[in-house]
């Protein structure tokens, strides 16, 4: 694995970061759906909104590991608007990995271009979280298709999603080999937004719960119908893939809170000296850069793990779990650092206090990425 | 459903197919040592891989997936926490007639292991 990035990745990085600078960062506090929709456009000129869409589908056609430098360039700048884009990757992957070539040019060039826009994932269901035996969501076949029924919950982009992926069982609910992905575009009769949730952190994404109601949805749109058992299959994959990304995610924000606390530090005098020049302080840093370092790397080798096809079940979830527990440790020693500027509501470090504490919940809880690895030792 | 019980299932299609780890290893592709963490259940199979699996042994891949039926097992000690998570799972799906079967099943279990039988 060769970690020096070629000159095509530094220029991408670069070119993000130029965009999020001018018009993700300085309006990513501000948290309205008018500025939302600014930065979103942004984004879609960049055609950022899901960066492995292959370039005959419109896309970027970025391997994983350039998408994870994206996605830490814009959580950098907007972990909401990362977790939009984190989420529109996770809704196309299982097109992408098993999708006939109808799926993907019917549904991918809607995530494209200067007038693309974002895609949801729904699995998590009230009863049914980390329980993938509980999902209730039903698909009932009919002559030319299925009838889907049931409510997805805490759904990233619900309300603005182009198409949701959207898994549900068609027969003998409670059996894993029952699930399917079905790819319902998000104006289909029968789809609605039941609430959009205030959440805590990861403002500007827009999480909430919706209802599926008799969702008519026609064969071709379901990923492999036939054959039962790959739904599971491809769920897990998709997980996998979206781990890595979370690796990402928290590293971006880890990052703004390092750099927030790197630039307090060295103008804030206390004691005649400014607080970096103590000892207790710097060290703090240095830990932070160390950990930050750490979490990049296990991510970018996830990330290159699945752009050889290797074996990467266990790096994702071990990059997820790293990655995530060290952003919530490095935004709270940032906060720590800025004293009680830290702590008032709306500054930027306390809103990535909260922004980190989301990534221990999503794509599965870190005691699922423990299971998961432990049971792989 | 974990990739132990994966594993189990590859392991004893494997078996009535015929075939040795390394001959089932060389038709996926794969080494022989990469098989074998399959079949233990510490390395997670994705779709495409296990499709290819699937066609070579003749089983659909929901054969894979499901959760094993007691007479698949092959002689591993089995997890008695998991078991009674998978048994309160399927419980949860019976109708009060149901359960009262079970539970008369469950009483003439404890009755016969108790030695009147
Ligand atoms: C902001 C946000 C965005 C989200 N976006 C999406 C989305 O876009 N799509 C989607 O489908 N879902 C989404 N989710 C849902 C998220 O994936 C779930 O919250 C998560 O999988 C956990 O499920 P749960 O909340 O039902 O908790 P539960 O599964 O009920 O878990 C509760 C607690 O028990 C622990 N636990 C559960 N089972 C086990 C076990 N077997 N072993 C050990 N510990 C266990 C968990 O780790 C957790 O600590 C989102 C959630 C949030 C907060």
Redesign the interface.
Same mark, same amino acid.
């Given at each position: 694995m060769d970690l020096s990035l070629t000159r095509e990745q530094q220029e991408l990085i670069k070119s993000v970061q130029e965009m999020a600078n001018r018009d993700i960062k300085p309006f990513a506090l501000k948290g309205s759906s008018k500025y939302k929709e600014k930065m979103l456009l942004a984004m879609a000129r960049m055609n950022l909104l899901c960066p492995t869409v292959p370039q005959e589908y419109g896309g970027l056609g970025l391997d994983l590991f350039s998408t994870a430098l994206v996605v830490e360039e814009l959580a950098a700048a907007s972990p909401g608007m990362a977790a939009i884009v984190a989420a529109t990757l996770h809704a196309a992957e299982p097109i992408l990995l098993a999708g006939t070539e109808q799926q993907k040019s019917e549904f991918l060039p809607l995530l494209t271009g200067a007038h693309g826009g974002s895609a949801a994932f729904a699995l998590t269901e009230s009863a049914g979280g980390s329980d993938l035996n509980n999902i209730a969501s039903y698909a009932e076949a009919v002559p030319d298709g299925y009838l889907l029924n049931g409510s997805k919950d805490y759904m990233i982009n619900a309300g603005m999603a182009r198409f949701i992926s959207v898994v549900a069982a068609i027969d003998n609910r409670g059996k894993k080999s029952s699930l399917r992905i079905f790819l319902v575009p998000g104006s289909a009769a029968g789809i609605v937004t039941e609430e959009i949730y205030q959440t805590s952190g990861i403002n500007l994404t827009s999480v909430g719960r919706v209802k599926f109601d008799d969702v008519h949805i026609m064969d071709q749109q379901v990923v492999k119908s036939r054959e039962a058992g790959s739904g599971y299959l491809l769920l897990t994959q998709t997980f996998d893939v979206g781990r890595a990304l979370v690796g990402a995610l928290a590293v971006g924000i880890a990052r703004a809170a390092l750099e927030q606390a790197l630039d307090f530090a060295d103008n804030r005098l206390q004691s005649g000296t400014p607080i970096k020049k103590h000892q207790a302080v710097a060290f703090t840093l240095a830990d932070m850069a160390t950990d930050i370092e750490m979490a990049r790397l296990m991510t970018w080798k996830a990330c290159w793990l699945i752009d050889q096809g290797g074996d990467y079940s266990v790096a994702s979830a071990m990059a997820k779990l790293a990655s995530s527990s060290m952003a919530q440790r490095v935004t709270c020693s940032a906060a720590d650092i800025l004293g009680a500027r830290g702590y008032l509501h709306g500054t930027l470090i306390e809103q990535l206090v909260r922004d980190a504490r989301v990534l221990s919940t999503i794509e599965g809880t870190n005691h699922i990425q423990r299971l998961l690895i432990s049971s792989q030792l | 459903?974990? @990739? !132990?019980d994966i594993g189990i299932k590859i392991q004893s299609a494997r078996e009535e197919k015929g075939l040795s780890q390394e001959q089932l290893a060389r038709l996926i592709g794969c080494s022989q040592s990469?098989l074998s963490n399959y079949e233990k259940?510490? !390395?997670?199979?994705?779709?495409?891989q296990?499709?290819k699996m699937a066609e070579i042994l003749d089983k659909?891949? /929901?054969? @894979?997936? /499901?959760?094993l039926g007691h007479n698949q097992h092959p002689p591993v000690v089995p997890d008695r926490n998991q078991s009674f998570v998978e048994i309160m799972?399927?419980l949860n799906?019976l109708t009060d007639e149901d359960i009262s079967e079970v539970m008369n099943y469950v009483r003439y279990l404890e009755w016969k292991r108790s030695g009147r039988a």
């Open positions: - | 459903m974990s @990739f !132990r990469a259940g510490k !390395r997670r199979l994705y779709l495409s296990l499709e659909p891949l /929901e054969y @894979f997936v /499901e959760t799972n399927q799906r």
